[in-house]
């Protein structure tokens, strides 16, 4: 697996020269909210990427499973303790 992109990134290059106060105001969520997303410094939820899915005309899971891509990829890389298999009754 390859590192994925924070989702904000992606974001960040589909607005293009848009000013975040605009683009916060399209999306209906604070200035602090987008600005945290764009920067990787926040996930984004399930209601928040329904708002650029609609705005970009994406579709709707898309930008949570970039999310999860990209959270999933970080976490295989960290130390982990070693886990034990649960037995399954048949």
């Not at 920067?39 to 899915?53: F, T, W």
């Amino acid at each position: 697996m390859y590192n994925p992109p924070h989702p904000g990134k992606i974001l960040r290059d589909a607005l293009g020269y848009m000013d975040m106060t605009t683009a916060a105001k399209r999306l209906h969520v604070s200035r602090t909210t987008l600005s945290r997303f764009l920067n990787g410094a926040a996930g984004i939820s399930a209601d928040m990427s329904l708002r650029p899915s609609a705005a970009l005309g994406t579709h709707d899971s898309m930008w949570c499973e970039m999310q999860m891509s990209y959270d999933i990829w970080h976490a295989s890389r960290k130390r982990r303790p070693k886990i034990e298999q649960f037995e399954v009754a048949a």
